[in-house]
């Protein structure tokens, strides 16, 4: 089992930044997860990939949040962090942190909200 717990959504201008951080326990970090990262969701539309890591040193972006966004892994405080510059009203979304392990087994945190107004 893993639990996720993220912080540090808000409400920010347009331009702004935020730092989204989530901890992760119940599993031992770096030996149990592979991929953890950022997903986010907006009213009516899907849950997208923003930012993950991988296990191996690998990182992934979304195209949409590339040179603005950057995710940090720091395994041995159990948490990866989202940092994220440059904010618009289209990365308004509740921000969800997700963990995958070799089992291949997925964990959801609870959500947390970001509101970027114009």
């Known amino acids: 089992q893993v639990q996720l717990v993220e912080s540090g959504g808000g409400l920010v201008q347009a331009g702004g930044s935020l730092r989204l951080s989530c901890v992760a326990s119940?599993?031992?970090?770096?030996?149990?997860?592979?991929?953890i990262g950022w997903y986010r969701q907006a009213p009516g539309k899907q849950r997208d990939m923003v930012a993950v890591?991988?296990?191996?040193?690998?990182?992934q972006y979304a195209d949409s949040v590339k040179d603005r966004f950057t995710i940090f892994r720091d395994n041995a405080k159990n948490t990866v962090s989202l940092q994220m510059n440059s904010l618009k009203p289209e990365d308004t979304a509740v921000y969800y942190c997700?963990?995958?392990?070799?089992?291949?087994?997925?964990?959801w945190g609870q959500g947390t909200q970001v509101t970027v107004s114009s």
């Open positions: 119940g599993s031992t970090f770096n030996i149990n997860i592979n991929l």
């Open positions: 997700r963990a995958r392990t070799w089992a291949s087994r997925d964990y």
């Open positions: 890591t991988y296990s191996g040193g690998g990182i």
